[in-house]
């Protein structure tokens, strides 16, 4: 319940803040300045990812290094330490208010919520019931008079940008799987580099680190380079750029996993696992779902199907002249990994069942299991990164094991150990004969090795350890990195830029927006399990992506750019309600003429024109920011 009442109030705090900052920064930059604002948003996206940097860091250290209120990690510092900091920066933004160009909403702003969809209709209707009105410009006219044509005007720009934000949910629903799809990814990966670990959530540092040198790097390099060639001057054309690299970002990953898949034996989707492991001292022939005999001469056999559903094992065991022959029913469900150990218990041949499908460790991590045989005596058990000689000192212990039990599952770092198997008369040690690698699930089999109170001890892996290096992830972080920059970045200014200016909030709040329905695509496309195979999952998003971006590319080559300065230089204010007669709000529609369109801009009849924003140039107070294009400049 409260961690349902703390993201309600996180989800109501950042729909406050995140459409209102990136605007409230945008509205320092007086007409004079205006040309400033790519660079300010430029800026601004810095900061916010050198925050996420310090978080994605600093995180995991305080939950997994730090001990706490009787536990092995400590969440509460992990959620304390963001909360601390974030009332330290509330502090200081509230010193500098004095500073600040504070742009005071007016009195119905609130109801800008409301008033927008009521005149899109509105307009509407009187589009259907009056026909086409010469003199009209664009369907919001139609709102006069019930709305003043200052407002209808701003819907219209308005309703310009939404429509070009349409197709964006599909950028973010391949950006936010970083988190999401790309850990899942690391997880199966190998995290080492020398005596040093990356954890599988760390690896998204990559992202905010990549943008902190991207974004001076485009600011001061690319941007400049492609500018002189009259390319990626336009935010829309930077837009189009960073969707495609995208999709090349995601066929990237989808080709990485099937080289996972080639290498390891992780499971797939339809498939389960049982592993057959012979715990006595003598040879035992098994027949697995009607198929052939097989002799468990390696004491160990691991088998993948798809085969579901109730399974038969039958067992004989040769114990000199004498056969013993045994019966044992598993109920085989997709993703489980069984374990059957036979075994015997009052000279009966027994089957003991545990599913290491429950305990897959972090991929930084082994996960060690032991299970101990029919022997007479209980055991005590360590492994120890060095030669043991106190079971209290080990990684992992287990104490006072009878017969034929399971000890308890932990997770241990990765590397070679060795062990100690102890009773009150008996005590044994050694070193396991493999090192136990990242991912890799693990069963030690203590075992009687046929004589008076020997015990065998052998290490056997319910899967393959992880093989491929988790940097090999960087290309594809990098790629959609320059792609975030690219998008993101000149989205923020785009949504800012040719909003009016009394729906500067509103705009960025469609442009958030964007984000909640790719995120819902995700959620769509993962719970209808459409893919059996994750590469597929990954170049279908990258397929996706391709297509849209050539949509968004058609669309913004019939994109008409307002001139941000002009907006800024002309807005009036206006009343919206009605008025008694005459002005700009009239009611009574002109004989021959029911809607005449006036710009709510001064006359100025050139707001929207074929406007390109130059971020590059020095400012100039008296610099003409209405530059044409020629005819060798890129339309988009």
Partial sequence: ALTGIALVVIAVGT???????????????????????PLFFSVFYFFINAGSL?????????????????????????????????????????????????????????????????????????RITLGKVPGTRNFMDYASPRFSDKFAFDVYLFLRVVVMLLPLPVFWALFDQQGSRWTLQALRMDGRIGKFVIEPDQVQALNPIFILVLIAVFETIVYPVFGYFKLLRKPLQRMVVGMFLAGVAFFIAAVLELHIQSVSDNLQKGESRVIITNTLPMPVEIQFDNGDPYNLTDINKRMTTKNLGYKDLNITVYEGSEIKEGYYQVNVMEGDIIQLFI?????????????????FPNGDKASVNVFVGDVDIRLNFSLCPKKCSDISKGDYKAYNLPSNTYGNETEVSVGSYHYLVESDDYQSNGSLPRNLGPGGIYTIVLAPDGTDNGINVQLYGANSPNQVSVFLQIPMYFIITAGEVLFSVNGLDFAYSQAPPSMKSLCQAAWLLTVAFGNLMVVIIAESSAFDNQAHEFFFFAAAIVAVCILFAVMSYFYKYIDPAKLLANQTDYNPKFEESGGNNASVIPENSPLIYRSPYNGDENV???FEPETHTPVDPKLDLSVKETDSESKF
């Fill in 54 to 126: 310090v978080s994605t860091l600093l995180t995991p250290v305080l939950r997994s290094y730090v001990e706490c209120f009787g536990q092995d990690t400590c969440f509460p510092l992990a959620f304390g330490v963001p909360a601390g900091l974030m009332i330290v920066s509330l502090l200081i933004f509230l010193v500098g208010t004095k500073w600040y160009v504070i742009t005071r909403p007016k009195r119905d702003a609130a109801l800008l919520f409301f008033q927008v969809p009521a005149s899109v209709f509105y307009a509407i209707y009187r």
């Fill in 343 to 359: 075994t015997t218990q009052d000279d009966e041949i027994t089957v003991i069942e545990e599913s290491a499908s429950e305990w």
């Fill in 15 to 37: 729909g406050g803040i995140k459409p209102c900052v990136s605007a409230f920064g945008g509205d320092q930059f007086t007409k004079e300045k205006v040309a400033l604002l």
């Fill in 608 to 610: 929207m024109s074929d």
